[in-house]
């Protein structure tokens, strides 16, 4: 991929990956002089902004989520985004709850109705984005699937233990998740496991965590039960979170403007430079001629 962004030419990189994380990750000599930023992978756009809400009390259901099944060799991390679906609905199996909880490819959801579903639901359950391996060889599917085809059975616990455990945190990344901006701008109340989220979102204040044990369901139903507890939580994380000037689209492009200047600025003073290299290395060739033929002169008088 390094290789590809320098036949392609390019200057600069924005990433989700952290400011941290961004020199473990983009490392090749192929690369050496292009940019790169960090920045989230999705931003509070004027949609979302704009977007009319349901009160808590109103909406059918307690809890809905769209997980995904993502490939085993992206660590740990990317396993949560399927294990947080089955979790929750295995806690609250006996709890009477109206749920509608999926995370495979078939049930997922887009555009308009995904704007209805998030407000059918009183709360939507959620995790960090990301991952703990990254595959710099690109061979760790291929070792993934050998595996598989001896041990057909094997799940992702065996699997890891098998195979990847030796590559598991080579690079932690993880990061908010647009869809997570989307549940707040619709006031949909956030359950997550808990973690930083790049520091935008805080435990109580923005959403409610949920131990990856299980061990404070209890809590969590509670919550879930007080129809005025939520309204509360999510007008106070839509005060906070959508007034945020740094999470706006607008601010994005933005920052977009002043790369695009910078990187053009660089641009400009490298091939300066270059300009300059030049007439230094045009007027050295001058001087050095000039003496060779005097040289030349001098011993052709002398003989």
Same mark, same amino acid.
């Given at each position: !991929?390094?290789?590809? !962004? ?5 200057? @600069? ?24 930023? =960090?920045? &989230?992978?999705?931003?509070? =756009? ?34 949560? #985004? ?8 295995? &806690? ?27 407000? =059918? ?13 990254? *595959? ?90 007080? @129809? ?13 979170? !959508? ?20 990187? *053009? ?21 001058? #001087?050095?001629?000039?003496?060779? *033929?005097?040289? =030349? ?5 002398? @003989?």
């Amino acid at each position: !991929m390094q290789k590809q !962004m320098e036949r392609l030419g390019a200057r @600069a990189i924005l990433s989700s990956i952290s400011q941290k994380n961004l020199p473990l990750v983009y490392n090749q000599p192929e690369i050496e002089g292009v940019f790169f930023y =960090s920045c &989230l992978p999705g931003y509070i =756009s004027n949609r979302l902004l704009k977007q009319q809400t349901i009160p808590i009390a109103d909406r059918p259901l307690d809890v809905v989520y769209r997980g995904r099944q993502l490939i085993y060799s992206l660590g740990r991390l990317a396993q949560k #985004k399927s294990q947080i679906g089955a979790g929750f609905k295995k &806690l609250a199996r006996d709890d009477a709850l109206k749920l509608d909880i999926e995370w495979d490819e078939d049930s997922r959801i887009y555009g308009k109705s995904w704007d209805d579903f998030l407000q =059918s639901g009183r709360a939507t359950l959620g995790v960090e984005g990301g991952a703990t391996i990254f *595959d710099f060889e690109g061979n760790l599917d291929t070792f993934v699937e050998t595996y598989q085809a001896a041990h057909p059975s094997a799940g992702f616990e065996e699997i890891w233990e098998n195979v990847l455990q030796p590559f598991e945190g080579n690079v932690k990344h993880a990061t908010i998740t647009p869809k997570l901006l989307e549940a707040i701008a619709a006031k949909t109340a956030l359950i997550l496991y808990p973690g930083a989220y790049r520091g935008v979102l805080q435990p109580d204040k923005h959403y409610i965590p949920l131990m990856e044990d299980g061990s404070n369901y209890p809590q969590v139903l509670n919550h879930l039960r007080d @129809a005025e507890y939520l309204q509360n939580l999510v007008d106070s994380a839509y005060e906070d979170i !959508m007034n945020r000037p740094e999470l706006r689209t607008q601010f994005y492009s933005e920052q977009l403007a002043k790369i695009v200047e910078n990187v *053009d600025w660089q641009e400009r003073k490298k091939v300066s430079a270059i300009h300059r290299l030049k007439d230094f290395v045009r007027y050295e060739g001058v #001087k050095l001629k000039a003496r060779r *033929d005097k040289i =030349s002169e001098e011993n052709t008088q002398s @003989a």
